[in-house]
């Protein structure tokens, strides 16, 4: 069964605010933990990751947060731009080798 | 920047043909997977590739899926009988290492429609 999940579906967020995604995951022997941006017709593209020793890790514009203890993990896209509008997916590892999608977040910017 | 290439970039065919997708991965990388989207969906796995042999399947990976390594640079994946729910975005995707803090590079992937 699936263990990564999305809060929302949709997020619209005004150009120049700060975004906040959204991903929970069920299964606590995940130990990495990848965020990926798709935009249309296109595959996905690795954003940031975190490994599950850490807490926040930050990348340019972004920042990812985990909270393992309610295994939950988030995206923070600072000042949001016309070109971050996407399908954002969290994706989880569990030591093996492949990764477990998330049903996605597609983020809008307005203008 | 190295990337993943694929190719077609659109497939149309018949149901109960035979398709094969192909792939060049980033050239250091020693893992390969294939993944699948149907449109309006999450990305989910199909298959692992590591040393000419498959690592890991998904259940969606039966019997009409088969994947190869034919030389240095191409990996495929064939779908001997391609059935309707077929139809999907599939994506290559190649790491450097395997288990685990494995990042993985997408393709752009190859839009099959089957008819």
């Known amino acids: 069964g699936e263990s990564v999940g999305l809060h929302l579906p949709t997020l619209s967020v005004q150009e120049g605010d700060n975004s906040i995604i959204n991903c929970a995951y069920s299964?606590?022997?995940?130990?990495?933990f990848i965020w990926y941006k798709q935009e249309s017709g296109k595959g996905p593209q690795f954003i940031i990751d975190?490994?599950?020793?850490?807490d926040k890790r930050q990348g340019q514009r972004v920042t990812v947060l985990l909270n393992k203890t309610v295994k939950h993990l988030s995206l923070q896209i600072a000042a949001t731009q016309p070109g971050d509008s996407a399908v954002y997916f969290c994706?989880?590892?569990?030591?093996?080798?492949?990764?477990?999608f998330g049903a996605g977040t597609t983020v809008t910017v307005r203008a | 920047e190295p990337e993943v290439t694929q190719t077609p970039s659109h497939q149309v065919t018949q149901m109960g043909q035979e398709v094969i997708l192909r792939c060049v991965p980033i050239?250091?990388?020693?893992?390969f997977y294939w993944y699948r989207q149907i449109l309006g969906q999450k990305v989910e796995f199909l298959v692992s590739?590591?040393?000419?042999?498959?690592?890991?399947k998904s259940e969606i990976f039966d019997d009409q899926f088969s994947v190869e390594r034919p030389d240095g640079s191409n990996f495929t994946l064939k779908i001997r009988s391609t059935k309707l729910e077929d139809s999907a975005m599939y994506f290559c995707?190649?790491?450097?290492?395997?288990?685990?803090?494995?990042?993985?590079?997408f393709g752009p992937g190859t839009r099959l429609t089957v008819l």
């Open positions: 050239s250091n990388h020693l893992y």
């Open positions: 975190i490994r599950s020793n850490m």
């Open positions: 995707a190649s790491s450097e290492t395997g288990r685990s803090y494995n990042e993985q590079f």
């Open positions: 590739f590591y040393n000419n042999e498959i690592s890991e």
């Open positions: 299964n606590s022997a995940s130990d990495y």
């Open positions: 994706a989880e590892n569990q030591n093996d080798y492949k990764l477990s």
